[in-house]
């Protein structure tokens, strides 16, 4: 049973940075790409960064590119999202997602989500 528990979300200025990390359980983590996404209220889920399973590409979304950075520690079966120079706009909730295979495309399995909330 595939498990995802994001952490580090919170309250923080505009400007200022959060690290969200994502922990995994269920399945081999090297094995799948994953990726961040967000929502806001009233709004639909978009996608926010990606990595593929041995971590050498990343996406982004244009909104997020030159601002945050996602990595994975495959050791440890964590994903991580650095987020700095945060605006309220990026004020929403955040879920890791593992996907269906080693590349970007479907994503299988969701966590609960975590709050980021940047006061302006």
């Known amino acids: 049973q595939v498990q995802l528990v994001e952490s580090g979300g919170g309250l923080v200025q505009a400007g200022g940075s959060l690290r969200l990390s994502c922990a995994a359980s269920g399945r081999t983590f090297s094995a799948y790409a994953m990726g961040w996404f967000r929502q806001a209220p009233g709004k639909e889920r978009e996608f926010v960064s990606g990595?593929?399973?041995?971590?050498?590409?990343?996406y982004y979304a244009d909104s997020a590119k030159a601002r945050f950075t996602i990595s994975r520690d495959n050791t440890k079966n964590t994903l991580s999202l650095q987020m700095n120079n945060l605006k309220p706009e990026d004020t929403a909730v955040y879920y890791c997602?593992?996907?269906?295979?080693?590349?970007?495309?479907?994503?299988?399995?969701w966590g609960p989500g975590t709050q980021v909330t940047v006061s302006s």
């Open positions: 997602a593992q996907g269906s295979g080693p590349f970007l495309s479907r994503y299988e399995y």
């Open positions: 990595i593929t399973a041995s971590g050498d590409t990343t």
